[in-house]
T-cell receptor, first 115, second 109 residues
Framework: NAGVTQTPKFQVLKTGQSMTLQCAQD?????MYWYRQDPGMGLRLIYY???????DKGEVPNGYNVSRLNKREFSLRLESAAPSQTSVYFC??????????????FGSGTQLSVL | QQPVQSPQAVILREGEDAVINCSSS?????VHWYRQKHGEAPVFLMI?????EQKGHEKISASFNEKKQQSSLYLTASQLSYSGTYFC??????????FGTGTSLTVIP
């Protein structure tokens, strides 16, 4: 019963470096999300995927790309990291068509620092 | 898109009550409430699906006024374990899901 697995937990990058945050869920959920959380800013939606094969921009997509590789996996890529992307990143999944408008399940988060 | 919460922060003594409000400029079809402890991921508290619906979870309950596009979270007889940041959340068309601005709640002995 892993739920949502997110890797890595911590990462330090230099400005201009690239990296991919990985997220996988084993609950057969259709929808997956990437959020970033900055102090005092709450959780802001970066990208989401309503179902396998689709991805869409959220509130703050600039500087990021995503891939919904299959139903289980949804990755977030920073092509050229900037200090403004220093944040805590959360992946989440849910089944919005579920009987009770299903809740979000979260990964444990990735603390990313860009120097 | 982000719902607005008030207050931004509140400090309570154990046993006191608190109300957290969530307001949206767009229609709310359902409202979720989550609590996040420092350094952890948010944890689900409850979903409200219908206008005017109230749900409860131990001493934490919530109401949802679909017409006013508002929801309120009520914490009664607060305990130290209630400390954390509370977020409301709402689904938008296309399965987007947005969280509110957050309310930091601190319960002191």
């Amino acid at each position: 019963n892993a739920g949502v697995t997110q890797t890595p937990k911590f990462q330090v990058l230099k400005t201009g470096q690239s990296m991919t945050l990985q997220c996988a869920q084993d609950m057969n959920h259709n929808s997956m999300y990437w959020y970033r959380q900055d102090p005092g800013m709450g959780l802001r939606l970066i990208y989401y995927s309503a179902s396998e094969g689709t991805t869409d921009k959220g509130e703050v997509p600039n500087g990021y790309n995503v891939s919904r590789l299959n139903k289980r996996e949804f990755s977030l890529r920073l092509e050229s990291a900037a200090p403004s992307q220093t944040s805590v990143y959360f992946c989440a999944s849910r089944n919005p068509a579920g009987p009770s408008n299903e809740k979000l399940f979260f990964g444990s988060g990735t603390q990313l620092s860009v120097l | 898109q982000q719902p607005v919460q008030s207050p931004q922060a509140v400090i309570l003594r154990e046993g006191e009550d608190a109300v957290i409000n969530c307001s949206s400029s767009k229609a709310l079809y359902s409202v979720h409430w989550y609590r996040q402890k420092h350094g952890e991921a948010p944890v689900f508290l409850m979903i409200l699906l219908k206008g005017g619906e109230q749900k409860g979870h131990e001493k934490i309950s919530a109401s949802f006024n679909e017409k006013k596009q508002q929801s309120s979270l009520y914490l009664t007889a607060s305990q130290l374990s209630y400390s954390g940041t509370y977020f409301c959340g709402s689904q938008a068309p296309g399965n987007q899901f947005y969280f509110g601005t957050g309310t930091s709640l601190t319960v002191i002995p």
